[in-house]
């Protein structure tokens, strides 16, 4: 194992919602994404899923129980968030973004339960670095 360089890792491929694994911890991925529009409401039934921005700024629409509406936290750069598990979600990048997000190994981009998928987003487990 080497140090990887969060910068050398995002400067290595140009695609959108198409995240790259840099390492793992014990179970976990550490996947890192450039991210820009809009992504899918999509809810993980088993895992939460962490969020930092490296750069940019990362919407997330939520709809956290029947009944209460939706909400949107905003999460500039060097802000951290983390989607509860069974959580509807929809992350969402006015400008054009960099996230790193931290999940169990093998859990799936758009989650267990999704709307259909927007030719722009990639359902994946994430790639691994070339
Ligand atoms: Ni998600």
Redesign the pocket.
Known sequence: MEPIALSAALASFTDQWSPRIVTTVNDYDVRVAKVEGEHLW?T?DHTD?FFLVLDGELHIALRESAGSGERTVVLPKGSVFT?PRGTE?KPYAPVPSEILVLEPTGTL?V?DQHGEIPAHVDATTGHTLN
């Open positions: 999509h993980h899923e989607v979600h981009t989650g």
